[in-house]
């Protein structure tokens, strides 16, 4: 099963927690993330990031956008089906916005 958190979340969901951002998350230690791996080529690419701004009126593109890029990385996204077959993944990221971000996205296309 693939699960999101967000980095800081205190209660850590349980599962191989992989970070999915491309920018090592603010204020936070290697020990405090406690992660199994950091798939950073997974995250979106600095333009597309940069365009999206985390503005819901540009989710539906940012997605379209962000997919296509994917499709090009499917050696990561094979690394994570992979594990999700062994158990619980955790999809980790840094946004406050728990609803219009990389994971989410990310998730959506992994479940399809």
Same mark, same amino acid.
Request: glycine letters at 4%; zero cysteines.
């Given at each position: ?33 406690? &992660? !199994?791996?950091?798939? $950073? @080529? /997974?995250?979106?690419?600095? *333009? #597309?990031? %940069? ?18 890029? &994917? !499709?090009?990385?499917? $050696? @990561? /996204?094979?690394?994570?089906? *992979? #594990?999700? %077959? ?24 992994? @479940?399809?």
């Amino acid at each position: 099963m693939i699960k999101m958190q967000r980095v800081y979340d205190k209660n850590q969901v349980e599962g191989h927690r992989i970070l999915i951002d491309r920018i090592w998350p603010r204020g936070i230690s290697k020990q405090e993330a406690n &992660l !199994d791996l950091w798939l $950073k @080529d /997974i995250a979106p690419s600095s *333009d #597309l990031r %940069k365009w999206f701004g985390h503005d819901p009126a540009r989710w539906e593109e940012f997605k379209k956008r962000y997919f296509s890029e &994917l !499709d090009g990385k499917q $050696k @990561d /996204i094979q690394v994570i089906l *992979d #594990l999700a %077959k062994k158990g619980n993944v955790v999809l980790l990221y840094a946004a406050k916005d728990t609803e219009y971000n990389n994971a989410v996205a990310l998730k959506e296309y992994l @479940d399809k």
